[in-house]
């Protein structure tokens, strides 16, 4: 049994997840008796809502799917803990490296998140995605990140919850607090972990999903500064039409419509991650006017 703080409430977003569920849940139960425990149901055909009623846990029905994303944010307004763990129902996350992540709350971090070791990647494929993530958002932030996405991390309620309208309601949703975590200058940490196989079969389909995942990529860019992605390809559109212009000069002593288009280009996209980057600044500006009428309240 783990000495567990009053204020700790445990989300699992869970779609047709029972079989785990029923060997996680007397688990948890088991080791946290003090905390609450959310299962968000996001809109099951199983016996979930039977799984919660059998052990004691809080249930929060969603009556068809929203996303995991949507099942997240459920959870985090019915949280009542002033910390909360997120961890995934699938049975990949051990309860067991939950003490760790709270420890490294306590040492002042916002938010800290369980990061994966490769051999916890399902795929190859899934592997070199999440390292090509992470690698942009080392880039757009400027701070070393382990892991972009994993659904395991535990955060201090009130800051998590600052961010719930900037949350798409899918699979993304640890990529976006966690660049809005970095952009509002809260504490980020990384625990290691290593996560077992999923039971029962993933929810993530790889045709499908593929060009969402790629959205990511954008998603990490808009959330932090967009100007950092903005820029260099105005400047290479730029650097492309300059080139142009000195050869066909050089050759034909013209100017070309090519290089026209590419300077046009240049000043189109750099102008786009202005304005990016000013609605950027508006979307935290909203969250820190929020909290403090919050606090003022």
Do not use: W
């Not at 961890?87 to 067991?96: I, K, L």
């Amino acid at each position: 049994m783990t000495d567990t703080p009053p204020e700790l409430s445990i989300v699992l977003p869970a779609r047709n997840e029972a079989p785990a569920l029923e060997k996680l849940l007397p688990v948890l139960r088991g080791q946290f008796p003090q905390a609450q425990i959310i299962v968000v149901n996001d809109g099951s055909t199983d016996d979930t809502s039977a799984l919660c009623a059998r052990h004691g846990v809080q249930e929060v029905r969603h009556r068809y799917s929203i996303g995991n994303g949507g099942a997240v944010k459920s959870g985090a307004r019915a949280a009542r803990g002033e910390l909360i763990v997120f961890m995934d129902a699938d049975g990949q996350h051990d309860p067991a490296d939950i003490p760790r992540l709270l420890a490294r709350l306590g040492e002042g971090y916002d938010m800290v998140v369980g990061a994966r070791d490769g051999s916890s990647q399902a795929s190859v494929g899934r592997s070199l995605a999440n390292r090509l993530y992470n690698r942009v958002a080392n880039y757009m932030t400027g701070q070393q990140i382990a892991d972009l996405t994993s659904g395991f991390r535990a955060v201090r309620a009130d800051k998590f919850r600052e961010f719930l309208f900037l949350l798409p309601n899918g699979f993304s949703y640890p990529t976006s607090i966690t660049m809005a975590f970095f952009r509002a200058g809260y504490g980020v940490a990384y625990e290691p972990i290593v996560a077992a196989r999923r039971t029962g079969r993933s929810h993530i389909r790889p045709l499908h999903d593929g060009a969402r995942f790629l959205l990511i990529i954008f998603r990490v860019a808009t959330l932090y500064s967009p100007l950092k992605i903005f820029a260099p390809v105005s400047g290479l559109s730029f650097l492309a039409g300059l080139v142009n212009y000195l050869y066909t000069y050089a050759s034909n002593g013209r100017f070309t419509n090519a290089s026209a288009v590419l300077f046009t280009t240049a000043v189109v996209v750099f102008l786009m991650g202005l304005v990016s980057e000013q609605i950027t600044t508006l979307l935290y500006a909203t969250a820190a006017r929020e909290r403090r009428d919050d606090q003022g309240a």
